[in-house]
């Protein structure tokens, strides 16, 4: 069994875990990767696209990540280094640095329809 990684609010692991710690069924349609707090991160078999399924309704989805999974990992190890560097520099709470970064990863993992997942996840 693999051990999760965690970056920030996310952990990333292993699919049967993360269908077990989740409330309801997950869709055939969807492979789950993680979790975004409680709710599932998966992988959308159709489309690649990265979705995060609700865990309060049941086959809802609250939002899309990325396009894809390798538009995903790069887009969230942006997000682990800034969030390192926070860890360094406690000081600092710059907004602006925090809403950039937002924005950096939003474009990574593919452009506007992914930025609440990585508002939410940076704090913006």
């Known amino acids: 069994m693999r051990s999760a990684h965690e970056i920030g609010i996310v952990e990333f692991n292993d699919a049967d875990l993360v269908a077990s710690r989740f409330p309801h069924d997950i869709p055939e349609s969807y492979i789950p990767i993680g979790l975004f707090e409680s709710d599932a991160i998966c992988i959308d078999v159709e489309t690649n696209e990265i979705v995060v399924l609700d865990h309060e309704v049941k086959d809802r989805q609250l939002c899309l990540a990325?396009?894809?999974?390798?538009?995903?990992?790069?887009?969230?190890?942006?997000?682990?280094?800034?969030?390192?560097?926070?860890?360094?520099?406690?000081?600092?709470?710059?907004?602006?640095?925090?809403?950039?970064i937002?924005?950096?990863?939003?474009?990574?993992?593919?452009?506007?329809?992914?930025?609440?997942?990585?508002?939410?996840?940076?704090?913006?």
């Open 66 to 100: 990325a396009q894809n999974q390798e538009s995903l990992v790069t887009a969230m190890r942006l997000a682990e280094k800034y969030f390192d560097d926070c860890a360094r520099d406690l000081a600092s709470n710059d907004q602006s640095a925090v809403e950039a």
């Open 102 to 124: 937002a924005v950096e990863c939003t474009q990574i993992a593919g452009g506007d329809q992914f930025r609440s997942f990585f508002c939410s996840l940076i704090g913006a």
